[in-house]
DNA sequence: ATGGGTGCAAATCCTTTGCATCTGC
DNA sequence: GCAGATGCAAAGGATTTGCACCCAT
């Protein structure tokens, strides 16, 4: 499957399974530069696109400002800074009734493909810079 | 507290309030219109910035596209589709283990000020969309 | 007269698209 | 030579900002 992928989407996947950060596009940019010069801003959207529509990876937006995006798989869950925008992977689990979330898919009628749990709140850098 | 809001940012909240969606900035601002001739978009957006920088309402963006509005200030989950961007309130709560919760925050430095169970999936009009 | 709120238009930011070129086959 | 991938620049959509104006104090 990843053999399909051209020698820049390879790069950019490589990108974000390396960054512990969830990058937005310029940063993804930014990064793969190294690796790929001359490669265009617009084929790293074109390329963080197809791989979204693969489910390759996952994207994240806040509202206004860059969407965010992030290899990981696996069903984990998201600390997002409503000051911000920084977006933190979970460590822990949290359990949720299983029961419940089918219910809730059922009560919406969605064709439910994943789930997270996300925490908003004002991540450690910000409560430091209140301080201030 | 609400005293102190201008009349148009009054119109905007209950705008928000009464729609059962979760509108764009667009949408609240073709329907304020009808109340508040006149009004214009940047107002709408510099009004809805302020009402959720004072936690009387919340916002949710997609990735692209563009950002919802919410009124409803209790806890309650979403369901997003992934193919045309709708938010749906889920109508049922889906019980999560608090500890969990707290841990995770704990586990991330975040100040949580709130949180929220996100089901991604295909709505039940994308899903009638694609059997066309 | 002063300050906050506002409309309008321009600016900005993020993302997508059009198009000509390049690549590997 | 062809199909797909790409760079560049321009377009597009969403949101913010600058500025002059208006209104209540």
């Known amino acids: 499957m990843e053999d399909l992928l051209s020698a820049n989407a390879r790069a950019v996947l490589e990108v974000l399974r390396a960054s512990k950060s969830h990058p937005t596009a310029q940063e993804v940019y930014d990064e793969v530069r190294h690796v790929r010069r001359g490669i265009g801003i617009a084929t790293v959207y074109r390329i963080l696109r197809q791989l979204a529509e693969q489910d390759m990876i996952k994207v994240w937006g806040s509202g206004s400002g860059s969407a965010r995006y992030d290899a990981c798989t696996h069903q984990h869950d998201h600390a997002f800074c409503t000051e911000c925008g920084t977006l933190l992977d979970v460590p822990v689990a949290i359990e949720l009734s299983l029961e419940a979330?089918?219910?809730?898919?059922?009560?919406?009628?969605i064709e439910m493909s994943s789930y997270e749990v996300r925490i908003y709140g004002c991540c450690n850098s910000c409560q430091e810079r209140r301080k201030v």
Chains 1, 2 share one sequence.
């Open 101 to 109: 979330l089918a219910e809730a898919a059922r009560a919406t009628s």
